[in-house]
């Protein structure tokens, strides 16, 4: 069945985004069939509000870490001194509280304009490493509350097996791992042929979730398994200087170099963070033809600091963002402060144009989760349409072509993912009190 939307203006294109107004779009069977500016609404058009955008991308989403919010900020400290705060949360999820939870979390994206999330799924297992009756149990809650709160997923399966370079995993570390990295596969593969993760809006990757998890032998296993299933597979790299410093004295060479010896950068693998690499890092990056995924918002909560952005897009292409964990969910405050994070570190301005910043946003993400197809506006894509209310407060009066700069999650009004309205005037049409919920479920959490 043909649906047929209209917006007063909207983004459209696929390699140099502009915005037109009067846009009409039709589509069938979640794709757009025809994308037509400059023509007053049709009387059978669902007319939509403010500026129409691609659908957002979420490229890197640790979805449990959204109950710390608020309440890692009274000690100081560093990266490691949080990890233990989320230890101390990832002691309390089971199957049915993190599905829970993940729905809730999810719908918090779609309210915020996310039509693709790319979880990077670790916490597999129940209290010291005993298997769930079904091995898969919590990475199958993660698929099902993507599906009921609406955006795709793409479920980055993780191998986590040791504590440290060198060190037994510990603790609530052991609902982390598989025992080696053969044994990961195995499950990974199992979840892969289930006919959950078959279903439309669902892909399974691979990730490695560093080089301080991973052993050197175990990085290969987890590369070829991405291939073998023409999976995408992301990675944090170099997220700390400790990691890089670890590494060295561990292995002689940078976490890049490492991945690299072993088949795990390529065309298909994503880099995330990727904030303390050298000028040959950077380099071996590019020359791979990997990409890399940004979380500024997450780097600047947890005091990670600022990474090469602009020398890492140079090398490797736009890159993608992610909310990681979710200190915030806002996929403009991450592109604004892509730019923003380049102007503290060189003391100059205007290092990514807004075309840049809106594929950061949308069409980078969607590809390395393995959506190619989506974050554009144009015929032949999915039919992810996301409005923007042009009359806020903070939009007021802003040329929508630099909306860019000044838009927040508060400002969508509608989503429509695959071409089924998911938020309608900013109410979640699943889901409709994500607040209360959400109140609720992160209240039964901490007790």
């Not at 009387?43 to 129409?52: K, Q, S």
Request: aromatic content about 6%; some cysteine; overall charge negative.
């Amino acid at each position: 069945m043909v649906r047929r939307w209209w917006a007063p203006y909207a983004l459209v294109g696929s390699e140099l985004p502009r915005v037109e107004w009067g846009v009409l779009f039709e589509e069938d069977d979640g794709r757009l069939t025809r994308v037509v500016p400059g023509v007053a609404a049709p009387p059978d058009a669902t007319r939509l509000t403010g500026l129409a955008v691609p659908g957002l991308a979420n490229a890197h989403s640790h979805a449990f870490h959204r109950a710390l919010r608020g309440r890692t900020h009274f000690q100081g400290g560093t990266f490691w001194t949080w990890r233990r705060q989320m230890y101390s949360l990832a002691e309390r999820l089971d199957p049915d509280s993190y599905r829970r939870l993940a729905r809730l979390v999810y719908a918090e994206m779609a309210l915020a304009g996310i039509t693709s999330v790319g979880e990077f799924h670790y916490l597999h297992h129940d209290i010291g490493g005993i298997r769930y009756d079904d091995q898969n149990a919590m990475g199958l809650a993660l698929v099902d509350a993507a599906r009921e709160a609406g955006p795709r997923i793409t479920l980055l399966d993780t191998c986590y097996l040791t504590g440290g370079i060198d060190k037994p995993l510990e603790g609530v570390q052991l609902r982390f791992g598989d025992n080696d990295a053969h044994g990961w596969a195995v499950r990974a593969a199992d979840l892969a042929g289930r006919p959950e993760t078959a279903a439309p809006g669902v892909r399974i990757g691979a990730a490695i979730h560093s080089v301080r998890a991973v052993p050197a032998s175990g990085l290969r296993v987890v590369a070829d398994w991405a291939t073998s299933h023409g999976a995408p597979l992301h990675a944090h790299l170099s997220e700390q200087r400790a990691e890089n410093d670890m590494c060295r004295a561990a292995h002689g060479c940078t976490p890049t170099e490492l991945l690299s010896r072993h088949g795990a950068l390529g065309p298909d693998t994503t880099l995330v963070h990727a904030t303390h690499l050298s000028v040959p890092d950077i380099t071996e990056l590019g020359a791979s033809g990997a990409s890399v995924c940004l979380c500024p918002t997450t780097e600047q909560d947890l005091a990670d600091g600022i990474g090469p952005g602009r020398a890492l897009a140079d090398a490797c292409g736009t890159p993608a963002l992610g909310s990681d964990g979710h200190s915030v969910i806002d996929v403009f405050a991450e592109a604004r402060a892509v730019e923003l994070h380049e102007r503290l570190r060189t003391e100059t301005r205007g290092h990514f144009t807004p075309q840049e910043l809106w594929s950061a946003a949308t069409s980078a993400g969607h590809t390395a989760l393995g959506w190619p197809d989506a974050g554009w506006l144009d015929t032949g894509a999915r039919a992810d349409i996301v409005t923007l209310d042009l009359d806020s407060v903070r939009l007021a009066g802003v040329d929508p072509s630099a909306a860019i700069h000044a838009a927040t999650a508060s400002d969508v009004v509608d989503v429509v993912i695959d071409g089924e309205q998911v938020v309608s005037a900013g109410i979640h049409l699943r889901v409709p009190d994500v607040s209360a919920e959400m109140r609720e479920v992160i209240g039964q959490l901490w007790g």
